[in-house]
């Protein structure tokens, strides 16, 4: 074969046709709504440095436990209202009754002298003597005012002290000789009476006041 036939067999290397370079793509490709290809990693690799994401995380933690701390908060202030309310009605409740118990006994204590009036005023319709009623209103006088101190009721003095507007009610003042400066109670038409420290009622009096020449002679 001579070279002019070889030639045409073999071509030349730049005369060859270059064959294509195969590129195999890995991306993952996937279609969104409209139909269009979109990365599956669109946002790309995070370019946080890694002590900045932990820093978030923790943030997010902590809201988290202030978030349940609160609740927790909210739930516990909800069940101790619910337990005041309930302690509150109770004790009200338990007031009343107390109340209710004392007023049952205080007129259960009343009654013998209910009963007493009413014997005496009996009596005094028929053929009693006087001083046999004027005896029985003094034993229910005396039943009363026995009834009064078992409830912690207490009469107070007023005649011959010195006059205090804050125990007596002033009714009727006279001029008397007396060498006190102050003024004297010197009658009580109804009594005064205290329960414990508190006053239920003054005493009506009648007031002396010393005489204006005697004052003096005694000043």
């Given at each position: 074969m001579d070279k002019d036939e070889k030639r045409k067999k073999d071509p030349p290397d730049n005369e060859k046709e270059a064959?294509?370079?195969?590129?195999t793509d890995r991306r993952r490709i996937h279609l969104d709504g409209n139909g269009k290809s979109a990365s599956a990693n669109s946002a790309g690799p995070s370019?946080?440095?890694s002590y900045v994401e932990e820093l978030e995380t923790r943030t997010r933690a902590a809201e988290k436990a202030v978030l349940d701390v609160q609740?927790?908060?909210?739930?516990?202030?909800?069940?101790?209202?619910?337990?005041?309310?309930?302690?509150r009605q109770r004790l009200?409740?338990?007031?009343?009754?107390?109340?209710?118990?004392s007023k049952a006994e205080l007129i259960a204590s009343l009654l013998p002298v209910l009963d007493n009036l009413q014997q005496a005023a009996e009596a005094a319709e028929g053929t009693?003597?006087?001083?046999?009623?004027?005896?029985?209103?003094?034993?229910?006088?005396?039943?009363?005012?026995?009834?009064l101190r078992n409830?912690?009721?207490?009469?107070?003095q007023s005649v011959g002290e010195t006059f205090n507007p804050e125990l007596h009610d002033a009714v009727e003042t006279g001029t008397v000789e007396t060498p006190?400066?102050?003024?004297?109670v010197l009658a009580e038409y109804t009594r005064g009476y205290k329960l414990g420290d508190r006053l239920l009622r003054p005493a009506r009096v009648k007031v002396g006041r010393p005489s204006e020449s005697l004052a003096k002679t005694v000043n």
């Open positions: 064959e294509p370079i195969r590129v370019l946080k440095p609740a927790r908060f909210e739930e516990l202030r909800e069940q101790l209202r619910r337990e005041l309310d309930e302690t009200n409740r338990s007031a009343e009754e107390r109340s209710e118990r009693v003597s006087r001083s046999d009623i004027l005896e029985g209103l003094r034993g229910i006088v005396t039943n009363f005012e026995n009834v409830v912690g009721v207490e009469p107070f006190d400066r102050e003024d004297k």
